[in-house]
């Protein structure tokens, strides 16, 4: 998986995010919450950033010509 950079979330903003590739998201607030998942390809995940949030990763799937099985 390529791993993003940044994706910027500047607090009280709301960030529409979407790629058209399958991507992981992890995102670890503060308090010691972890929350993970899969968005796939063209869909849409919005984040509003209360100040809590410690870190999002965003890895993208490497992809192949055609269609592919995720994992």
Do not use: C, H, W
């Amino acid at each position: 998986m390529e791993k993003i950079e940044a994706v910027r979330l500047d607090v009280g903003k709301t960030v529409d995010i979407g790629f058209n590739k399958a991507v992981e998201i992890v995102i670890k607030t503060t308090g010691g919450t972890v929350i993970k998942g899969v968005i796939p390809a063209n869909e849409r995940f919005v984040v509003t950033n209360g100040g809590d949030i410690e870190s999002f990763d965003v890895n993208i799937y490497d992809t192949k010509s055609g269609p592919q099985k995720i994992d």
